[in-house]
């Protein structure tokens, strides 16, 4: 495939987790998420995954190491739960999803119906494409 996850829980509460462990290179000069980097994201929540992001920033810096990863599960399995209850108040489970498995949306296809693995490789090269420029 086009991307790997670093940590994968495949049978946590909040459902398929992707620990995605974003270094330096993970940020711009700014120090917001590179553009390549939040497709990643983007695309890995549109193939059905929960993406927790732990910036090397925030690791270096927590004192307890699984106190830190054990927040940001509970988190996410908070907002999971919380998105569910809402998701079912409204409505929305019936159906729009069967819409939405029907059209392509969510199965890895972009609105254009292009697969979404083209659309990555094409934001990884104007990405690595911004970092030659800058290098010269």
């Not at 980097?37 to 929960?50: D, P, S």
């Not at 999803?97 to 979404?116: M, N, Q």
């Amino acid at each position: 495939g086009l991307f790997h996850i670093d940590i994968l829980l495949p049978e946590h509460k909040a459902g398929q987790v992707a620990i995605e462990v974003d270094g330096p290179t993970h940020f711009g000069p700014d120090g917001k998420a590179t553009a390549t980097t939040l497709l990643k994201r983007r695309l890995l929540e549109r193939e059905g995954f929960r993406v927790v992001s732990v910036p090397y920033t925030e690791w270096q810096s927590s004192a307890d190491k699984q106190g830190y990863l054990q927040t940001k599960l509970h988190d996410l399995a908070s907002r999971s739960e919380a998105a569910s209850i809402k998701e079912t108040e409204e409505g929305r489970s019936g159906p729009k999803r069967r819409k939405a498995e029907a059209s392509g949306e969510g199965r890895g296809r972009t609105k254009t119906g292009g697969r979404v693995e083209e659309a990555g490789e094409k934001a990884v090269k104007e990405e690595e494409k911004k970092k030659k420029k800058k290098r010269k």
